[in-house]
């Protein structure tokens, strides 16, 4: 996304909302919910948020809890597996080559400009999103 870091100033507009009783993971996933709105802005990062910056976290941190209710609303007491989804963010290419490949790194990159380890990279990185896909479906894991 970006090299910016949300601040523990800014975080802690969220936790200010957080309702008691919360558990680790329904605050991971609040957090989950609120950074990349903050990280988006160019104003992320700021140690000591000026009066209109605290104004539009503390509008994020309701979106987020917002968003955290819905989820629990909807999907509470069921356990969700939440895949990487390596193989949604490749490219055209890379789906191309992926549907290529037969074993050979080195050709395949040297067909595609990229580098051997480059190659490799984006092959295994689809094999193992393919991989983990096919386990879910597995009886018992559900």
Known sequence: ????HVSAAELAVLEALL???LTPDMRDVAQCLFEPLVMADERCGQAAPDQPWLAQLFAWAQ???MQLQYLTTQKGGVAIYLAKGIAVHLSARDRKMCSEFRGEYKLLGRKYGITEMRCRQIVDAWQRAVYLERQ???PGLD
Request: hydrophobic content about 30%; overall charge neutral.
């Open 1 to 4: 996304m970006t090299d910016r």
């Open 136 to 138: 879910q479906g597995l």
């Open 19 to 21: 309702p008691p009783g």
């Open 63 to 65: 979106q987020a809890l």
